[in-house]
């Protein structure tokens, strides 16, 4: 039993399937008389259109069709529309303006779609999208964040001048300017968060169909939630009931938040799967999955932390401008970073707090969640703030963090922003992470590479991030069949987490099922009654807890069906190890046994509802807090500005661990793109607004290489706020990353004097900090 | 990709015919920078000419104080050559520092130095050792080889055949990576050939160049001390989102400290 149960870490049940090549991601996927797609997309930042002449590609061998902006408007589809409640600054409601599938007169960025060609070939739809002719008349752009809010920037709508699409505010403006006038210091900062992309290994792809017969649509696509795109085709494109509609995610290469529900290319498949009467699919290339994806992050952030004379922190301000992009095409757009800053005061304890975020329209491809959303760069704020405080007041940081930090004996704790920590163990997270990393040596360390001529630092970094979501429920179902085996049905959406086997252990801890008589299935809304799919840290909490209630209800319902086999009443029947047990005996029958009698009417009680099937669907109270600590160990090569990770600590805390192995490789790939952002990546748009860094040979990923050893440890604090004890562990790897790795560089230049410097910390920069504080100092 | 024909010659003669007939023809080495120019739709040409059987451009072979390397010797086999770590290690090892093992697996000499990318590895090393590249028709030296940026002295249907490079007395090559791309960001080999000392850049210019004031100061001492302090400008280096002019021309005067330190390490013949 302990083999497979919670806590035991189970090596992946998928992998042998994926690794041995039997997987069927998203372009394995391909149907009798399928035609090809192909996306004709902007050139420029922002222009008008002027005309658009499609005649020469409608008349090239193999075209079927060639479509645009107002062919998609002439049949009257509609558009996703934003729907949070958000103002403007003056109060006045936000603007957020809908994407079409293709635009009619103006293009915003570069990538913006502008027309569909479908063809019998793939290199037959390409050959005549180079034919469309297209009069374009360019206009001023403006792509930067800090530009596109500043007065007399380009408008990317005339209709919004100033390019502010909407505020949210969080916290207590006046109780903080209180704060603040009492405080004895101040220490105030500006940090930029860069725009990346997800880079999955697997690049988006779309198939449609259109059943004649039925008058019903598949799509089958790589998405995070199944449900939720059909809910959003339904409802707002295509304007038709959802059993119109099936949606279909095979295996998925990596998503991250970025494979989301608005994509345009999901309409224009299943629209002209209609029209032509064939399947049309759509494969996104790697050099287009820049221009055709939405991006990470991207904001400035004016950070201001108020101390007493003890060094407690009083206060804390924040002004953070977030890119939104060119179009608010549904409400993932208004998600980062604005829902996720709640977290900004970190694991202190900051009696008052005060967070505004403008959300600015630029001509960029649009932002939306990417992992964490908001969360990173609410803790790489604050955490980043606290070192400079550290440096600024010469005081030891560990201290100063130590000092402020909230005690576990304060938990439940509410945060001056509005988030509610339910549970966790700050403090103890990082003496465990500071004596993993043997903080205590690390001068000797530093000495040791100060004599080879290199510039060692290190950083403690804690992180916390709001998980789980309760606006979101959650749906599992346990099927059982004739011969006992069973059907696991999730309306969460694996995307390579290892679904199968976290939520396998989960029925196997409930119900003693041997994970081979398991059959799991996600993404398939003709399978899954519902779900809201795979998002913000939250499907083992909210999926694994509706397995947990689903497990409940198998039980009570075989325990009436064992009462009736052992002829004894339903309230002696005890159920241990997949056995029902007449208490106080050894006679027993086994939940196969159960099962089995289930189907059978013969062997249930008269009148009895007989089958095996339950399902759940689980809403959380309340968010869960993941938390954990990171201890980042750099070397600085000061003649080539070279950063290599020497080490690498962290220590956390996502309540219940269900599979220590799958938690690990989430932390660690967590960490992983939280390294790739702050050493290379970065996605560059240049002044006239073209994206320079659209192919790999100029988007830096870093790669195995570039790592040193992780170190992973737990401390878990399981929550009560659901049956698992789960906080969540998506998302946790990636939040503490980003502080503690620039962090790490920002100690190693503490000597040299370098006191600002942005990410990415890439040689070239880290290289010009220097010389430009030595020639400063006329060295 | 853009239709086009496709033809595997079996010798050398075959090769220039189809060449000579068709203008718009392309060579076809490792294919590790065609093909991905070709799915790009960047390039069209009307046809291939696949070289991969015509054996006068394979081997690995000396001669006297001349190691010969054929066109078509892929990456690998240069590094696994025991004729080559013998002779030329420094080679050897500068070739492993080329991309991955799957472009190591296809990629080949001629091919890279045909092409001539402004931050390829071998160019360095040619024009370094000071090579000479043999082809159909003629030799011509390294200095006059490489031309401009993606642009050699080979004519229009030209085909390189060896290269040639004396033996040095010792030599090393430091790359400093591009993080995205990993070709050189900038790289730096030095040479030292029958007493002549040579430094070659590449990834800094439209073009790989010597530094001829490094060259100069090296000549009198060969030491890492004997450059430090001098200054190679800026003029003509690029200046791009992964690096600034400034930073390459630093990176230029350390990579060339650390390859003579690794030359000095290294015995005779190379390093
Ligand atoms: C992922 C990746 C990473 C890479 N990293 C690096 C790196 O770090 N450093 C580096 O230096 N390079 C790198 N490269 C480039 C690689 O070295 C290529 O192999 C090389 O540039 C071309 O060699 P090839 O044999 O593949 O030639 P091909 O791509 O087949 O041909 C290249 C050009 O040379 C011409 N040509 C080929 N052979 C001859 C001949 N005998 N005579 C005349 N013309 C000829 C062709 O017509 C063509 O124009 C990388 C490539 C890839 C795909």
Sequence with gaps: MKRYGIGQSVPRFEDSRLLRGRGRFQDDRNLPGQSYGVVLRSPHAHARIVSIDTAAARAAPGVLAVYTGEDYAADGLGMPKATLPRKRPDGSPMFAPQRPALVVDRVRYVGDPVAFVVADSLAEAKDAAELIAIDYEPRSAVTDTAAAASSGAAPVWDECPDNISNIVEKGNKSATEAAFARAVRTIKRRYVITRVHAQYMETRGALGVYDEGDERYTLYTDCQYPHRVRNMLCSTVFRIPESKMRVVSGDIGGAFGSKGWQYVEHRLVLWAARKLQRPVKWTCERSEAVLADEHGRDSVGEIELGLDGDNKFVGLRLHLIGNIGAYVGSDRNLLVPSMMIGTAVGVYDIPSAYALVTGVLSNTSPTAPYRGAGRPEAIYLIERLIDDTARELNVDPLELRRRNMIPANAMPYQNALGCYYDCGDFLANMDMALAAADYAGFPARREQSRARGMLRGISVANAIEQAASPAQSEFAEIRFDTSGSVQLLMGTKNQGQGHETTFKQILHERLGLDPGDVHFTDGDTDQVAFGMGTNGSRSTVVGGSAIYLAAEKIIEKGRRIAGHMLESAATDIEFAHGRFLVAGTDRAVSLKQVAAAAFVPARLPLGFDGGLYESATYAPSKDTYPNGCHVCEVEVDPETGDVAVVNYVIVDDVGTVINPLTLKGQIVGGIAQGLGQILMERVVYDDTGQLVTASFMDYAMPRADVFSHITVKSNPVPTKLNPLGAKGAGEAGCVGSLPSIMNAVMNALEPVGVRQLDMPATSDRVWKAIRSVAKENGK | ?271
């Design chain 2, 1 to 271: 990709m853009y239709q086009f024909q496709y033809h595997r010659p079996k010798n050398l003669a075959e090769a220039l015919d189809l060449l000579a007939q068709d203008g718009d023809a392309k060579l076809l080495a490792g294919g590790q920078t065609l093909l991905p120019t070709l799915r790009q739709r960047l390039a069209a040409p009307s046809a291939l000419v696949d070289l991969a059987g015509i054996s006068e451009l394979t081997g690995i072979s000396t001669k006297g104080e001349l190691l010969s390397i054929g066109a078509m010797t892929r990456y690998i086999e240069i590094i696994e050559s025991p004729l080559v770590q013998a002779t030329l290690p420094s080679l050897a090892r500068a070739v492993a520092l080329v991309g991955d093992p799957l472009v190591r697996n296809r990629g080949t000499i001629g091919g890279s130095l045909a092409n001539n990318d402004p931050t390829a590895d071998l160019t360095a090393a040619a024009l370094a050792m000071h090579a000479t590249f043999v082809t159909d028709r003629r030799s011509i030296s390294a200095d006059e080889f490489f031309v401009d940026l993606f642009e050699t002295a080979l004519e229009q249907g030209e085909i390189l055949v060896r290269i040639e490079f004396p033996l040095p007395d010792r030599a090393a090559y430091v790359k400093f990576r591009n993080p995205a791309s990993r070709y050189a960001l900038v790289g730096v080999f030095v040479a030292e050939v029958h007493g002549d000392i040579r430094v070659a850049v590449t990834g800094a210019k439209a073009k790989v160049f010597r530094e001829h004031a490094f060259e100069a100061a090296l000549q009198t001492e060969f030491s890492a001390k004997a450059v430090k302090g001098l200054d190679v400008g800026t003029t003509g280096l690029i200046d791009d989102l992964h690096a600034s002019a400034e930073y390459r021309a630093n990176l230029i005067s350390v990579l060339t400290r650390r390859a003579i330190s690794a030359a000095m390490i290294g015995s005779h013949r190379g390093a």
